[in-house]
């Protein structure tokens, strides 16, 4: 099959079933992937997998560019295809995604969206392969939704634009293809004139210049006269002293070659009078430029971007899955690099930041002498510190129910950000942390000069670098929190959860949340919401409403569904009766029965329906699970 009659397989069924016209004139190429278990983003299923990223191997890679430059193809773990993730437009369509959509994306009454793809070409144990849509490393909110939507055994369809590095996308059910499946798992052909390469002088050249070294110079900063002197010294350095054949140092963006161009220097007896006459000016440029290259490749290409708040609070009605959606950016954004902590009356500044604690000697463990053991958020930070090219996060849990400013103390001030994510300004540290940082945390550590200047030589000062994080959920509603004043709350980011969120996006997985009271079963989502209406209808405020996680997931999802019941019975009765209604129950509650609790846990096993004084009017689900209607209704 030539590739005109395997582009018209593909738009036949684009046309036949997803109602897609595409334009044969207007495309390169194209090829077709049958999705694997490790190629899936499938939310609440079994065949989801760690792997972030769909491997495109073999001919298909022909479909992708990458970025060539003369140290491209060089062995060894430094050469350029290590550092480079180029982000391509890619297109969606509304009429293909709304067959499987459960993720809501919002097309906005637009037939298609324009998106964006992370691409990487790299090399592993098993040879060359483009890692396509690396979500880590910034792919769109709406592109990643839509690989959200592919099930095991669906094809994706991958389209290039003619002269474009710009693409199509499409996801084509696994009945409509089967037939041509070991055609489809490997076609892809290009027409004869088209190139998928960006050159150096494309992109790199822009990074590997002078304008690029002088900015970064000015910023950490020094003095303007420095700044000159250290850019001429880096461009006159090749022109006395020769190596290899670098022409121009700027032109040089590999690491590992420019070390050795300093190792050979150090040895140049010519090169040490000559530094000597220049005050040492030559080689103090030489090492910034090493420290330049080291700290912007690491920051430009490897570093993910995290499009989100340094510091954030999710904050909402209890159950509305604050948690649960912080754990999924966590785990999108950070992969392993989160730690948790849950905080209460009892947490303090010793268990955030660090203290003293008593520990058996070395030498005799009957002897007791006391270490410093670091708290949560001293350990990311050195985490963060050691490593500029990955983010890391704290997790606070339940922030508003210990007394922040206590816990954070004087690091509370190192949460005003710039711009770049970093503390705004620098605090001094105790005698005790400062120890700890320079005997223990980076006793063998070599931090960047950068790094090492903001810290101060005896690690005196501290700040947040940028790409450590701090969210945290909180409920106000629930008993026992701490105010936070307004100081502390005006440096984090607020993000509301509605009590219907959850279930708006998800509104099937609802569907089969069941618990049981006697012969009956009942919908909880449609019993949580008829008791949440009958609580705003008394003013009782949302933040003490039911959000549809109230039960937790592993309950809902229990199969025993009196065993659902039960739980109910003694979460949300007993939240009702003493907290959210507690002042209203004889305008929640049916007269007569809510005296005692156990009166209205006796009530509730009799009929759940009934135990309200406007009674609930939902239907019952029979054990076919077909509804019936309650109340005649």
Same mark, same amino acid.
């Given at each position: 099959?030539?590739?005109?009659?395997?582009?018209?397989?593909?738009?036949?069924?684009?046309?036949?079933?997803?109602?897609?016209?595409?334009?044969?004139?207007?495309?390169?190429?194209?090829?077709?992937?049958?999705?694997?278990?490790?190629?899936?983003?499938?939310?609440?299923?079994?065949?989801?997998?760690?792997?972030?990223?769909?491997?495109?191997?073999?001919?298909?890679?022909?479909?992708?560019?990458?970025?060539?430059?003369?140290?491209?193809?060089?062995?060894?773990?430094?050469?350029?295809?290590?550092?480079?993730?180029?982000?391509?437009?890619?297109?969606?369509?509304?009429?293909?995604?709304?067959?499987?959509?459960?993720?809501?994306?919002?097309?906005?009454?637009?037939?298609?969206?324009?998106?964006?793809?992370?691409?990487?070409?790299?090399?592993?144990?098993?040879?060359?392969?483009?890692?396509?849509?690396?979500?880590?490393?910034?792919?769109?909110?709406?592109?990643?939704?839509?690989?959200?939507?592919?099930?095991?055994?669906?094809?994706?369809?991958?389209?290039?634009?003619?002269?474009?590095?710009?693409?199509?996308?499409?996801?084509?059910?696994?009945?409509?293809?089967?037939?041509?499946?070991?055609?489809?798992?490997?076609?892809?052909?290009?027409?004869?004139?088209?190139?998928?390469?960006?050159?150096? &002088?494309?992109?790199?050249? #822009?990074? @590997?210049? /002078?304008? +690029?070294? %002088?900015?970064?110079?000015?910023?950490?900063?020094?003095? !303007?006269?420095?700044?000159?002197?250290?850019?001429?010294?880096?461009?006159?350095?090749?022109?006395?002293?020769?190596?290899?054949?670098?022409?121009?140092?700027?032109?040089?963006?590999?690491?590992?070659?420019?070390?050795?161009?300093?190792?050979?220097?150090?040895? &140049?007896?010519?090169?040490? #009078?000559? @530094?000597? /006459?220049? +005050?040492? %000016?030559?080689?103090?440029?030489?090492?910034?430029?090493? !420290?330049?290259?080291?700290?912007?490749?690491?920051?430009?290409?490897?570093?993910?971007?995290?499009?989100?708040?340094?510091?954030?609070?999710?904050?909402?009605?209890?159950?509305?899955?604050?948690?649960?959606?912080?754990?999924?950016?966590?785990?999108?954004?950070?992969?392993?690099?989160?730690?948790?902590?849950?905080?209460?009356?009892?947490?303090?500044?010793?268990?955030?930041?660090?203290?003293?604690?008593?520990?058996?000697?070395?030498?005799?463990?009957?002897?007791?002498?006391?270490?410093?053991?670091?708290?949560?958020?001293?350990?990311?930070?050195?985490?963060?510190?050691?490593?500029?090219?990955?983010?890391?996060?704290?997790?606070?849990?339940?922030?508003?129910?210990?007394?922040?400013?206590?816990?954070?103390?004087?690091?509370?001030?190192?949460?005003?950000?710039?711009?770049?994510?970093?503390?705004?300004?620098?605090?001094?540290?105790?005698?005790?942390?400062?120890?700890?940082?320079?005997?223990?945390?980076?006793?063998?550590?070599?931090?960047?000069?950068?790094?090492?200047?903001?810290?101060?030589?005896?690690?005196?000062?501290?700040?947040?670098?940028?790409?450590?994080?701090?969210?945290?959920?909180?409920?106000?509603?629930?008993?026992?929190?701490?105010?936070?004043?307004?100081?502390?709350?005006?440096?984090?980011?607020?993000?509301?959860?509605?009590?219907?969120?959850?279930?708006?996006?998800?509104?099937?997985?609802?569907?089969?949340?069941?618990?049981?009271?006697?012969?009956?079963?009942?919908?909880?989502?449609?019993?949580?919401?008829?008791?949440?209406?009958?609580?705003?209808?008394?003013?009782?405020?949302?933040?003490?409403?039911?959000?549809?996680?109230?039960?937790?997931?592993?309950?809902?999802?229990?199969?025993?569904?009196?065993?659902?019941?039960?739980?109910?019975?003694?979460?949300?009765?007993?939240?009702?009766?003493?907290?959210?209604?507690?002042?209203?129950?004889?305008?929640?509650?049916?007269?007569?029965?809510?005296?005692?609790?156990?009166?209205?846990?006796?009530?509730?096993?009799?009929?759940?329906?009934?135990?309200?004084?406007?009674?609930?009017?939902?239907?019952?689900?029979?054990?076919?699970?077909?509804?019936?209607?309650?109340?005649?209704?």
């Amino acid at each position: 099959m030539i590739f005109s009659n395997d582009l018209n397989i593909v738009k036949d069924i684009l046309k036949q079933e997803y109602e897609i016209n595409l334009n044969e004139a207007a495309i390169d190429g194209v090829i077709v992937k049958k999705m694997a278990k490790t190629n899936l983003l499938s939310t609440g299923k079994n065949e989801r997998s760690n792997q972030t990223h769909i491997a495109i191997t073999g001919n298909q890679r022909d479909l992708f560019p990458y970025i060539y430059s003369p140290l491209y193809d060089e062995e060894g773990k430094n050469s350029n295809k290590n550092f480079f993730v180029i982000k391509a437009d890619i297109e969606i369509f509304y009429s293909n995604c709304v067959r499987f959509d459960k993720q809501k994306i919002d097309f906005n009454g637009k037939r298609s969206l324009n998106e964006e793809v992370c691409i990487y070409h790299r090399k592993d144990n098993s040879g060359y392969q483009i890692q396509l849509s690396m979500i880590k490393n910034g792919d769109s909110n709406n592109f990643i939704k839509f690989r959200e939507l592919i099930q095991l055994d669906d094809y994706l369809v991958i389209i290039k634009n003619k002269n474009s590095l710009s693409y199509q996308a499409f996801i084509i059910e696994s009945k409509f293809l089967n037939e041509y499946n070991t055609k489809y798992n490997s076609f892809v052909e290009l027409e004869d004139d088209v190139t998928t390469f960006v050159k150096s &002088n494309d992109i790199v050249e #822009d990074i @590997n210049n /002078k304008s +690029k070294f %002088t900015l970064w110079l000015e910023k950490i900063p020094l003095a !303007e006269m420095t700044v000159r002197n250290y850019v001429k010294a880096i461009t006159d350095l090749p022109h006395k002293f020769t190596f290899r054949e670098i022409s121009s140092i700027y032109d040089i963006y590999d690491l590992a070659t420019i070390q050795e161009y300093n190792q050979y220097l150090s040895q &140049n007896l010519e090169f040490n #009078d000559y @530094n000597k /006459k220049n +005050k040492n %000016t030559p080689s103090c440029a030489l090492k910034k430029y090493i !420290e330049f290259l080291s700290e912007y490749y690491k920051c430009f290409f490897i570093t993910s971007e995290v499009d989100k708040p340094h510091q954030r609070i999710f904050f909402g009605a209890p159950g509305t899955g604050k948690s649960y959606k912080l754990n999924q950016e966590a785990k999108q954004y950070f992969e392993d690099n989160f730690k948790r902590v849950t905080f209460h009356p009892n947490y303090m500044y010793g268990n955030f930041i660090g203290q003293y604690k008593p520990y058996p000697a070395e030498d005799n463990h009957e002897k007791i002498t006391y270490k410093f053991v670091p708290g949560i958020l001293i350990n990311q930070l050195v985490e963060a510190l050691k490593n500029p090219d990955k983010n890391y996060l704290v997790i606070i849990e339940e922030i508003n129910r210990a007394n922040v400013a206590s816990v954070f103390g004087d690091l509370f001030q190192l949460l005003d950000r710039n711009s770049n994510g970093e503390s705004e300004y620098s605090i001094s540290i105790t005698k005790e942390l400062q120890d700890y940082f320079k005997n223990e945390a980076f006793v063998d550590e070599s931090l960047s000069e950068r790094i090492q200047d903001k810290l101060g030589d005896d690690f005196s000062t501290l700040y947040l670098p940028n790409n450590l994080y701090i969210w945290a959920t909180m409920n106000s509603a629930d008993q026992g929190v701490m105010p936070m004043d307004t100081a502390f709350k005006r440096r984090w980011e607020f993000t509301y959860l509605g009590v219907n969120d959850a279930v708006d996006n998800n509104s099937d997985e609802f569907e089969s949340y069941i618990f049981k009271v006697g012969d009956e079963q009942y919908k909880w989502n449609d019993y949580r919401e008829q008791i949440n209406d009958r609580l705003s209808k008394l003013n009782i405020p949302e933040d003490k409403l039911l959000g549809p996680y109230f039960l937790s997931k592993n309950v809902l999802t229990n199969e025993d569904k009196s065993y659902v019941s039960e739980v109910l019975k003694d979460k949300v009765l007993m939240y009702l009766y003493e907290d959210a209604a507690r002042a209203f129950r004889g305008k929640l509650f049916k007269e007569g029965i809510y005296g005692t609790y156990s009166q209205l846990c006796k009530a509730f096993g009799d009929n759940p329906l009934t135990i309200f004084k406007e009674e609930i009017d939902i239907n019952t689900i029979n054990t076919n699970n077909t509804q019936d209607s309650t109340n005649g209704n």
